[in-house]
């Protein structure tokens, strides 16, 4: 199984980015597939899932309305839109699979490299 996030880079407060995972190795269909993010000094934090039919979507509450993660299972890909960034939003992202449920997203054992976005002015 492998994952390659990409897609962040520096962004002013208020801009946009978009993180693209890319996957291999497994049935990617069958699979839900999470970001995660850490800050420095911080723990990881569960950002966003999203299942292996891309019909069924979850988000922590400190990006509701401002992310959006989709797929395109015929690409092997995830992606995750982040609209209205804040500083606070600045991290390491990952994405993050190995299970069919998005309850279960913070046992996933699989873990891309991660991309670096930071949000500054």
């Known amino acids: 199984v492998q994952l390659q996030a990409s897609g962040g880079g520096l962004v002013q407060p208020g801009g946009s980015l978009r993180l693209s995972c890319v996957a291999s190795?497994?049935?990617?269909?069958?699979?839900?597939v999470a970001w995660f993010r850490q800050a420095p000094g911080k723990g990881r934090e569960r950002v966003s899932c999203?299942?292996?039919?891309?019909?069924?979507?979850s988000y922590a509450d400190s990006v509701k309305g401002r992310f959006s993660v989709s797929r395109d299972n015929a690409k092997n890909t995830v992606y995750l839109q982040m609209d209205s960034l804040k500083s606070e939003d600045t991290a390491v992202y990952y994405c993050?699979?190995?299970?069919?449920?998005?309850?279960?997203?913070?046992?996933?054992?699989?873990w891309g490299r991660g991309t670096l976005v930071t949000v500054s002015s």
């Open positions: 190795g497994f049935t990617f269909d069958a699979y839900a």
């Open positions: 993050r699979t190995g299970g069919s449920v998005c309850s279960i997203a913070d046992l996933f054992p699989y």
């Open positions: 999203v299942s292996g039919s891309g019909g069924s979507t």
